[in-house]
């Protein structure tokens, strides 16, 4: 089967395509704005790279969020159109929460009691879900204050992944910390891998946005 992922929700335009588990092509660059200007073309791109049409895609995952709440609608806006363009392909959505915990999977040494996403807003919040050593949910996504989500990490041993980690950590935590990982956004391979899971076990979620706060608007000033 061959798997498109892509995700614009962060400080960057990712896309990976995959043929089962292994990767055919990738591209991913750094920004802050114009992730939807690029997003099509790179996808065309890839798929020619790969020789592959886009009537040749059997899944099409996308990141449904948290992040910036015009790169979350970017991408799910681009899922949504190819799945009315071909119904005949699958999209589902995945929470860069669960796209992080794939990529901690990798690594079993560095897993803890307590494994904490810890995912930027730009804000004095930050975006979170903790995880239990068998990366089972513990608590449901949320956004919150440093302080409040620290006793929660407290008492037990804790890994902390994610790319709001280090601006977390830059305050005293006192947190008996197993493991850190730092990263600027999701392993899009990994966001992939999670929709190629869903689709196989037939638990496919068509994309909806993942949305844990207003969005950021300013007033225009009246003259």
């Not at 591209?27 to 890839?46: C, K, T």
């Not at 799945?83 to 392909?89: F, H, T």
């Not at 915990?101 to 804000?123: D, F, G, S």
Request: net charge negative; hydrophobic share 45%; with cysteine.
């Amino acid at each position: 089967m061959f798997n498109l992922a892509f995700d614009t929700t962060a400080a960057g335009c990712s896309i990976a395509l995959l043929k089962d588990e292994k990767k055919l092509a990738v591209f991913h660059q750094a920004m802050d704005f114009g992730q939807a200007e690029i997003l099509l073309p790179q996808i065309q791109n890839l798929l020619r790279q790969s020789e592959l049409a886009f009537s040749d895609l059997d899944l099409i995952t996308v990141c449904v969020g948290p992040g910036s709440f015009t790169g979350v609608r970017a991408s799910i806006a681009a899922a949504r159109a190819f799945g009315v363009a071909d119904p005949s392909v699958t999209v589902t959505g995945v929470n860069a929460f669960d796209a992080y915990a794939r990529t901690l999977a990798w690594y079993p040494e560095e897993i803890a009691a307590l494994n904490a996403v810890i995912i930027e807003t730009k804000r004095d919040d930050f975006y979170f879900q903790i995880f239990d050593r068998q990366l089972h949910k513990i608590t449901e996504p949320a956004a919150a204050a440093y302080e409040d989500i620290l006793p929660l990490l407290k008492d037990k041993k804790v890994t902390l992944i994610g790319d709001g980690v280090e601006r977390f950590l830059s305050a005293p935590s006192n947190l008996s910390l197993h493991a850190i990982r730092c990263q600027n956004g999701i392993d899009i391979v990994d966001l992939a891998l999670c929709g190629i899971t869903a689709y196989r076990a037939k638990k496919t979620d068509f994309p909806k946005p993942l949305y844990l706060r207003a969005p950021d608007v300013c007033l225009k000033k009246s003259a």
